[in-house]
């Protein structure tokens, strides 16, 4: 149906998906239900290293273990709304067959996945209402590989839109909230599964980034992630609203409750070699001697960037930064303040190739009435302004608002023929070689 008939698809869909969503919640095993036991507090206090030891030797089961994090996992979205997918019967279904491998490096461990991750017989909505309804035939590579492992995916988690917001909302879905305080973010767009972690409903997850998106949450949700290198994870079958985008790759990355957990997962992951099951990751080794080394390193030399000279941080951030600076200068470590090569013309090469499309892409998956980010909609509007006037208005904002620096940010603001584009493809790697 063609706008602004497909309103009421839209409207449709989203109704459906979260009836779908409290239905599969109010029908699960009384189990789901029940209170936290002392077993699941011994099971929430202990790291995953220590869990996956104990269901290879058949100490617990690993039904045991999904029950109970499942069990916060339902109290974390009565209170934070950060889930989309409810996939524990297909969990526990699989936790019991004999397709789990109780051998493997996360034998057992329930693990969470953002939504833009595809699982078999569960949409990847995105976000988005035209892509309910649509079921994915197969898993994607990244969850044949943790199931292989040994891992149970077992929820999904929420997302802006764009997922280029520091929000975590769409129509679909609702709006997450950060786990901490109802009134503030969980950050974005990997929000839904920061706020499982620092619920605690999930030990262990993977989000996505490109600018951000699984950094920002857990800053603001106080757990800890890892943004990869391009190639260092698989990431054949994801799913995007931009599709094609390569200007600014993004990545698969792990999320964690711990540190402790995060090294895990990260080398367990690692381990399985996932270049045999995906031809973008590299064939690059965990490296146990480099692990070792680090770990027995008693003194380190930190680098500090107090402002990217863009946007300071907030008094309550730098505060923070300045009270961790303290006190690892009194544990002995070394502290050097870093100034890389221009963050400011870095931001800029990023928001041209991330928009080059001139927003033509993840603008195509909206039907009528379907909820924009404020931040996008606001950029996406003003991309459609006619050239000339831009430059009026880039004029005023630069000589008469006199906000040079986001002046230059709104000059390149336009959509990008193939000759443009690759023109600041080639900045982008002449700032590359000056890091």
Known sequence: ?????????????????????????????????????????????????????????????????????????LLAHAKTHCLTEIMLPEAERWAQGEGLNLKGPL?????????????????????????????????????????????????????PTTQLSFESSNDVWGRTLNPHNPDYTPGGSTGGEAALLAF???????????????????????????????????????????????????????????????????????????????????????????????????????????TDGVVDPSPACARALERTVSALQNQGHSIKDVTPPSPYVARQVASVLLNSDGYRTFLSFFRTGETNDPGASQMSLYMKIPRPLKYVYYLWVKYVRRDRIWAEFLRPWHEKPAYEHWQWVSKREAYKALA
């Open 200 to 306: 605690g409903g999930s030990r262990i997850g993977v989000g996505s980034d490109v600018a951000g998106s699984v950094r920002a949450p857990a800053h603001f949700g106080g757990c800890y992630s890892l943004r990869c290198s391009t190639g260092r994870w698989a990431k054949m079958d994801r799913k995007t609203m931009l599709p094609g985008q390569e200007g600014i790759p993004s990545v698969f990355s792990p999320m964690a409750r711990t540190l402790q957990d995060l090294n895990y997962f990260s080398r367990s992951f690692i381990q399985t070699k996932p270049w045999l099951w995906d031809h973008s990751v590299h064939p690059l080794e965990w490296r146990p001697y480099i692990e070792d080394k680090i770990r027995h390193q008693k003194v380190f030399k930190i680098g500090v960037i107090r």
């Open 1 to 73: 149906m063609f706008p602004p008939f497909d309103y009421w698809e839209h409207y449709r869909a989203c109704r459906d998906k979260q009836l779908q969503r409290s239905r599969r919640v109010t029908q699960l095993p009384f189990a789901y239900h029940q209170p936290i036991t002392l077993n699941d507090h011994n099971i929430l206090s202990r790291p995953v290293e220590e869990l996956v030891q104990d269901v290879q030797k058949q100490i617990i089961s690993p039904v045991d273990i999904l029950r109970c994090y499942s069990k916060i996992a």
């Open 107 to 159: 034998a057992g461990i329930p693990v969470s996945l953002k939504d833009s991750i595809s699982v078999a017989g569960f949409d990847v909505t995105l976000g988005f209402s035209v892509n309910t309804g649509q079921p994915c035939e197969d898993d994607g590579t990244l969850v044949k590989i943790l199931k292989a492992a040994g891992a149970i995916p077992y929820v999904k988690t929420n997302l």
